[in-house]
């Protein structure tokens, strides 16, 4: 039998296992090779700035198996705060045994503890069938809007 699995807030010391989870996400699911650079100095600027966001770290024995970072964003429809779940990744060994339901879960109860959280989001690619069949399992919904982007 497994070790439990754990769920914790990622700190300082989590950066450099949390931007190679990061890479690896982009690899897989955009064929894109990050700088290396630019996404440690990225994960380490969330965790020292707390107001924009957080990361959840899975550990089973001590390792690190899974990863989310949440942001944030204002609607001012629902006078209230939508979590954004960004930058998942399960390692692959990892991969369906319970991870990304934990850390689910986990984000679920500290949104329903915060006063300001209205709800949670996120985004899939489209191509990704077995995320959007376990963000579904999980309760989440497709909405009716595409997402678009500009670089600046």
Not at 127 to 147: I, P, Q, V
Request: proline share 3%.
């Amino acid at each position: 039998m497994p070790p439990p699995l754990t769920i914790r807030t990622a700190d300082l010391s989590d950066v450099e296992r949390l931007a190679r989870f990061n890479e690896r996400m982009a690899a897989e699911t955009e064929d894109k090779d990050l700088d290396a650079e630019t996404v440690r100095a990225g994960v380490r600027h969330m965790i020292e700035a707390p107001d924009r966001g957080f990361y959840l770290l899975a550990e089973r024995g001590g390792k690190g198996v899974g990863s989310l970072m949440i942001t944030t964003e204002w609607s001012d429809w629902r006078n209230g705060t939508f979590w954004w779940i960004q930058s998942v990744y399960v390692h692959p060994e990892a991969r369906r045994q319970g991870v990304y339901a934990s850390l689910h879960s986990e984000v679920q109860s500290r949104a329903e503890a915060a006063e300001d959280v209205c709800g949670l989001r996120l985004y899939v690619e489209k191509d990704n069938r077995a995320a959007r069949d376990t963000y579904a399992a999980l309760g989440m919904t497709e909405t009716s809007y595409r997402m678009y982007e500009e670089d600046v």
